[in-house]
C-alpha cells in the first residue's frame, strides 16, 4: 500500500514538473511571438541584424530644473541640449552633450573601458577605487537600453534574455508586456501595442552615487551653469540609496535607411518628466572610427 501511494505521489509530482514545464515554455514562446512581430513591424529581423553601427542626433529639453536665487524666488528653467549618440557594435558608445555657452560633455563606454571627459579646467578627483567600473556598468546599461528600444535585439555578449510579462494597460489601451534581463544588472519591461509598436519601457536603475570631488580651487569659464546630469534623468542626492524607478515614453514613429525608429522620447524619473528627446535623425550604419571611442 505504502509503494502504491509512493507511486501516484511520483506520478502527481512528475505532472505537475510537466505541465510547470510546458507553462514556462509557452511564455517564452509568447513573447519570442510577440518580439517576432514587433521586429517585422519595425523593418523586418533580416534589416535589423545588419545594423553595425548607429549615429542619432537629439534636441533634448531637460525639465524641471529649479535654480534658486538668495534674491529671488526659486524658478525652473528649461535647458536644450543639442546631442549625438555614437554606436558601434558589439560595445562601443559614445555621446555627446553640447549645452548653453558651448558647453560640451563626452562620456560613453569602449567594453569595459569608460569614457568619461571632464570640463575644461575642472580638475577632477577620484576616491573611490570603483567608480570608473560602476560607470561602465551604467553605460552598458545605458547602450542596451538604446538598443532594445530602437532595434530590439542586443549583441549576444550581452546574455540578454527576452520573457513574457502578460498584458498591462495604458490609457484605456491593452499592451503586451516582455521582460528583459541581462548583463550588469540590466533589467527592463517592454511594452507593445496593438500594431506592435513598443510604447513604452520601465525599469529601475540602482541608486545613483557622487564618487567624484571637483577641488576646490578648480573654476570652469561656465561654472555659474548648471552641470550636465546623467542622460537617463537626474539622480536622487548622493544620501539617497534607493534604486530610480524610470518610465520611457516612445511615439512618433517614421523610418531613416529603411527602419521604422521613434522620433520623440519622454523620460520620467519617479513620476516626474526629467528629459524630452526630439530625435532629428537616426543614421544606420555610418562609417565611424573606432578610434573615436578610445577613453578619454
Request: aromatic share 6%; net charge positive.
Amino acid at each position: 500500500m505504502r509503494g502504491r501511494a509512493c507511486r501516484v505521489l511520483a506520478a502527481v509530482g512528475l505532472v505537475g514538473a510537466c505541465c510547470a514545464g510546458a507553462l514556462a515554455l509557452a511564455a517564452q514562446d509568447r513573447a519570442q511571438e510577440v518580439l517576432a512581430r514587433a521586429r517585422q513591424a519595425i523593418g523586418g529581423q533580416a534589416r535589423l541584424a545588419a545594423v553595425t553601427s548607429l549615429s542619432v542626433k537629439v534636441s533634448s529639453v531637460r525639465t524641471p530644473l529649479v535654480v534658486i536665487s538668495a534674491r529671488r524666488k526659486p524658478t525652473v528653467q528649461r535647458i536644450t541640449l543639442d546631442l549625438e549618440l555614437q554606436i558601434l557594435l558589439p560595445d562601443k558608445f559614445l555621446i555627446t552633450r553640447r549645452g548653453p555657452l558651448g558647453s560640451r560633455q563626452v562620456d560613453g563606454v569602449n567594453g569595459a573601458r569608460p569614457i568619461f571627459e571632464t570640463a575644461p579646467n575642472v580638475q577632477v578627483v577620484i576616491k573611490d577605487p570603483d567608480f570608473f567600473a560602476r560607470m561602465a556598468a551604467t553605460r552598458r546599461r545605458q547602450l542596451l537600453r538604446y538598443l532594445v528600444a530602437w532595434l530590439l535585439v542586443a549583441p549576444e555578449s550581452y546574455a540578454v534574455r527576452f520573457s513574457d510579462g502578460g498584458v498591462a494597460a495604458l490609457e484605456g489601451k491593452e499592451l503586451n508586456v516582455v521582460e528583459v534581463n541581462g548583463a550588469n544588472d540590466f533589467t527592463a519591461r517592454l511594452f507593445f501595442d496593438g500594431q506592435s509598436r513598443l510604447v513604452m519601457i520601465t525599469y529601475q536603475d540602482p541608486p545613483a552615487s557622487a564618487p567624484t570631488t571637483p577641488a576646490a580651487e578648480a573654476k570652469s569659464p561656465g561654472a555659474d551653469e548648471p552641470l550636465f546630469k546623467s542622460l537617463e534623468g537626474p539622480g536622487p542626492p548622493p544620501a539617497v540609496t534607493r534604486p530610480r524607478s524610470v518610465r520611457v515614453l516612445l511615439a512618433d514613429y517614421r523610418a531613416d535607411d529603411g527602419i521604422l525608429f521613434p522620433h520623440s522620447m519622454t523620460f520620467e524619473s519617479d513620476g516626474q518628466v526629467t528629459d524630452t528627446w526630439e530625435i532629428k535623425r537616426f543614421t544606420v550604419n555610418p562609417a565611424l572610427d573606432p578610434k573615436s571611442f578610445d577613453p578619454r
